[in-house]
């Protein structure tokens, strides 16, 4: 019966999983931005304009723990401003997308996606996080690179 169980739970988990990545900016060679109090140094704006936004252009921050996703996140995010200077405000609200993965031990990655606000701005929007693919990481349209002050 247990074996039952899991072949039918594999083949479930399987099954909804597409055997070829629509993910388009996975860069093997990327290497993550140079960081400095608490946040990436980000030197490159995106030249995709769905870049974050779309889940085949997810922000493809390095094969890193579920641990440290959170933190890689904010890192990324604290590197960045509105389109005024604005700070930006973010919460995880879901993961999706299922996608084949070689980084991953079940073999299988998903996006993770997060709400994104300008303070000041409610309008909202959706940014798509990967964890499990390397990627050059840029700044999207919309946004600004933070200034480094000293």
Known sequence: MKTYI???TLFVFSSCISTKSTIKNIDTTAVKP??????FLITTYAKE??????????VNVGIISPNYEDTTVGYYFNGLTGPNGEAIVYNKIETCCPFPSKNSQ???????VYEVYFKGNDQKMKF?????EKGEMS???????KKITN
Do not use: E
């Open 6 to 8: 899991s072949i039918l």
């Open 34 to 39: 140079f960081f400095s109090n608490g946040m």
């Open 49 to 58: 304009s769905k870049y974050g936004i779309d889940p085949d252009y997810p």
């Open 106 to 112: 079940m073999g299988a990655g998903m996006l993770s």
């Open 128 to 132: 798509y996080f990967n964890a499990y």
């Open 139 to 145: 700044c999207p349209k919309g946004f600004k690179i």
